[in-house]
């Protein structure tokens, strides 16, 4: 009870608690009344049929509400309680926010607006008092968000909503779709995500016009049969649940677009791929499967493919070369060792996460290089032992994983990724950085941690465009006069667990602005010095 009671404010739709911060006509210093606020709305030339009051420290509504002919009113990101009564009189509202607030109950007079067509209640307190049923009135209603309100149960008014086609209940303690929301013919998005769900109704085709359903983490074993007879399905995800076996109707579902299925890890099987032949986006994340079947070179209109944490998964098919309009590929955390070589067909991959396999300089396919477009390359945690030539082909990379691979030295030729912004080179056992690194003019973000890097070139004091880089953990004893040319540009250098003798440790000691202005400053005498751990000598 020690919760409800500290939140409680007069009880549901009341005048109750004090008034700081209250939307309040007598208010000089605080937030305008909701009918001046409005003539100032119209006079400053925005839309006088919207009250807008996001984030204004609001903690209560006075009844004037009721006098607004606004049809949109948004009061999210306040901290208010409760809704007063008056709400019932605004006849014009069409559209009601009201998210990330405390409310922690509903008056019976919000089913007299029956001009609303939108309510959004994400992120409040609705728990403490049971919805009323004067809802079921809104015939208009076509999208209902009650996200994270800790709701245990729903009421049977829901089910007279004959208008509406987005439903949002996810983040609630729900532990069952109640029968009543079958009556709800029109709904085409039902989300319901983080709940304590553990079966779906068997007369879910009821719903014949659903497009996206979304159940990800709630405590499913198994769906219906009846899951095949929602055709007009485009958007279904199933994952972080306990699934361990589809229904062979699963195949019927042939207008899918998109298919999580991810984290069931028990589930050692999915229908063929040839049944999906509308698939852009397919997550299959930590199952048990054995093998990937050839007929994913049926999906030519995959986007996304995601096959992260399928430990038992040895290879890829050769099949994949036909995905060609795929963007993005995730093999994280397998046990591939090698690429079919059709990989280089993927001619529209940007991102290649690679990450946690065993592939070697040796394993890699040459075709790899033939990815001249990647953007993104991920590739730590694996036996590299020196940086593959095809990666040094791909010119349009941003982003580089090289991390944790057993690299002894840098090619010259990593200089010419012009257009890198973020390169990860940590654990290895690297001694230096190359002076070709000056051609890395985008380069934002540099990680060389955790090496046995003892000296920088001076080169890499030109990088201007360095917000970050981080040298922990390495061998240096010097930091470079020339880095003393970042100081405006930088904003975090880390020399963390190095024998640093330059700059002095009590200047490294004060930061990133500290240790470069004084480079600035003493680089002439400096050079002409001889550095010791506690100042320069002459």
């Known amino acids: 009870m020690g919760e409800k009671g500290s939140k409680e404010k007069g009880g549901k739709g009341g005048k109750g608690g004090g008034s700081g911060g209250a939307v309040s006509e007598s208010a000089a210093d605080g937030p305008a009344s909701p009918a001046k606020d409005n003539k100032a709305n119209d006079k400053k030339g925005k839309n006088p049929n919207e009250y807008n009051q996001v984030n204004r420290q609001i903690t209560e509504l006075p009844e004037s509400i009721g006098s607004l002919k606004c049809t949109v009113f ?30 922690n109950g509903l008056p019976e007079e919000l089913g007299n607006v029956t001009t609303l067509k939108e309510i959004h209640f994400a992120n409040n307190k609705l728990f403490f008092y049971p919805l009323p049923p004067s809802l079921g009135k809104l015939k208009s209603l076509h ?21 509406l ?97 991810s984290d069931n890890p028990a589930l050692t099987a999915v229908p063929e791929f040839s049944n999906f032949p509308k698939l852009k986006k397919l997550h299959l994340r930590n199952l048990q499967l054995p093998a990937l079947s050839a007929s994913i070179g049926t999906l030519t209109l995959l986007e996304e493919l995601e096959l992260r944490d399928n430990s038992h998964m040895k290879t890829i098919p050769q099949e994949i070369g036909q995905l060609v309009s795929l963007r993005r590929l995730d093999i994280y955390g397998n046990k591939l060792k090698t690429l079919p070589s059709t990989i280089g067909n993927l001619r529209n991959l940007k991102i290649l996460d690679m990450r946690n396999n065993l592939f070697s300089i040796e394993t890699l396919p040459t075709q790899l290089g033939n990815l001249t477009g990647l953007e993104k390359l991920y590739l730590s945690s694996n036996k590299m032992g020196t940086v593959p030539n095809e990666v040094i082909a791909m010119k349009g990379l941003s982003d580089l994983d090289l991390s944790n691979n057993e690299l002894h030295d840098l090619p010259e030729a990593i200089g010419d990724l012009s257009k890198l912004k973020k390169l990860n080179i940590s654990g290895n056992a690297l001694k230096r950085l190359p002076p070709q690194f000056i051609g890395l003019t985008s380069l934002e973000v540099l990680d060389a941690k955790h090496n046995e890097i003892s000296k920088l070139a001076e080169e890499l004091g030109s990088l201007s465009t360095l917000k970050k ?32 003798l330059l700059p002095p440790r009590p200047i490294v000691d004060k930061g990133t602005q500290a240790m470069l202005n004084w480079l600035s400053k003493n680089e002439e005498k400096g050079r002409k010095a001889k550095v010791s751990g506690l100042g320069m000598k002459a």
């Open 469 to 500: 880089m981080d040298l922990s953990h390495n061998m240096l004893a010097e930091i470079p006069w020339e880095f003393g040319k970042l100081e405006k540009t930088i904003k975090l250098i880390d020399v963390a667990n190095n024998p640093l």
């Open 165 to 261: 086609t987005f439903l949002d209940l996810g983040e609630n303690n729900l532990k069952t779709i109640p029968p009543f929301l079958l009556k709800l013919g029109s709904l085409r998005v039902f989300l319901a995500p983080k709940n304590k769900l553990q079966s779906l109704p068997n007369d879910i085709a009821s719903w014949s016009a659903i497009t996206q359903l979304d159940l990800e983490s709630n405590k499913f074993t198994k769906l219906p049969d009846a899951i095949g007879d929602l055709v007009t399905l485009t958007d279904l995800n199933v994952g972080f649940n306990g699934i361990r076996q589809l229904p062979d109707s699963f195949a019927q579902l042939r207008n899918l677009e998109v298919l999580i299925l």
């Open 143 to 163: 999208t209902l968000v009650l996200r994270n309100n800790q709701l245990d149960d729903l009421i049977p008014a829901f089910g007279e909503l004959s208008s």
């Open 74 to 103: 948004d009061v999210s990101d306040n901290d208010i309680a409760e809704i007063p009564e008056a709400i019932g009189q605004m006849k014009n509202l069409e559209i009601l926010r009201m998210n990330n607030n405390r409310l």
